[in-house]
T-cell receptor, first 113, second 117 residues
Framework: AQTVTQSQPEMSVQEAETVTLSCTYD???????LFWYKQPPSRQMILVIR??????QNATENRFSVNFQKAAKSFSLKISDSQLGDAAMYFC??????????FGTGTRLQVTL | EPEVTQTPSHQVTQMGQEVILRCVPI?????FYWYRQILGQKVEFLVS????????KSEIFDDQFSVERPDGSNFTLKIRSTKLEDSAMYFC???????????????FGEGSWLTVV
């Protein structure tokens, strides 16, 4: 079974600074997808960024980028120029042939002035 | 942008009562899901649904749960005889499996917060 591990329960970053959230996963599949979802206080699940395992190039979406290390099974999220609106719970998630998502336990990101 | 919509946003029910949570997935999507998040915990998979039948379900999805697609647009989760521990946020989600492109991206609704008292 696939597992997703987020080892940082909480992180803090100053506004305009950069922060990296860690995620590791375990799988025996070769074709899969990895995601970062943001959950603000409203509790809505918002897709932040997506990475296909067959792509070597790291995904980027504006201020959000990932560092995907397939051999190490690592998938970290970098948030540049942090904004107050980035404060939320961030979940790393995996999907493979089963199509369902397996989530990590989340990292609560606090953004300070 | 197309989105998954869920109703109700919040429901309070008495223990033992039946609850139906409703969802309208994105119109061209083929896979539908229910996930659950107990307060303060991670999001857990309940069930996936494809071609009018359950394709996968978790251990959580026992006999008290059922899903249905009664018409071409709605996707419902029914909880029979609710228990206190069923209190959680329930997320509906959908995805479109195509070759390449946005294959396997799962889009979530805003959730239905169920409180069992």
């Amino acid at each position: 079974a696939q597992t997703v591990t987020q080892s940082q329960p909480e992180m803090s970053v100053q506004e305009a600074e950069t922060v990296t959230l860690s995620c590791t996963y375990d799988t025996s599949e070769s074709d899969y997808y990895l995601f970062w979802y943001k959950q603000p206080p409203s509790r809505q699940m918002i897709l932040v960024i997506r990475q296909e395992a067959y792509k070597q190039q790291n995904a980027t979406e504006n201020r959000f980028s990932v560092n995907f290390q397939k051999a190490a099974k690592s998938f970290s999220l970098k948030i540049s120029d942090s904004q107050l609106g980035d404060a939320a719970m961030y979940f790393c998630a995996y999907t493979g042939t089963a199509s369902k998502l397996t989530f990590g336990t989340g990292t609560r990101l606090q953004v300070t002035l | 942008e197309p989105e998954v919509t869920q109703t109700p946003s919040h429901q309070v029910t008495q223990m033992g009562q039946e609850v139906i949570l409703r969802c309208v997935p994105i119109s061209n999507h083929l896979y539908f899901y229910w996930y659950r998040q107990i307060l303060g915990q991670k999001v857990e998979f309940l069930v996936s649904f494809y071609n009018n039948e359950i394709s996968e379900k978790s251990e959580i999805f026992d006999d008290q749960f059922s899903v249905e697609r009664p018409d071409g647009s709605n996707f419902t989760l029914k909880i029979r005889s609710t228990k206190l521990e069923d209190s959680a946020m329930y997320f509906c989600a959908s995805s479109e499996r195509v070759i390449g492109g946005l294959r396997n991206t799962i889009y979530f609704g805003e959730g239905s917060w169920l409180t069992v008292v």
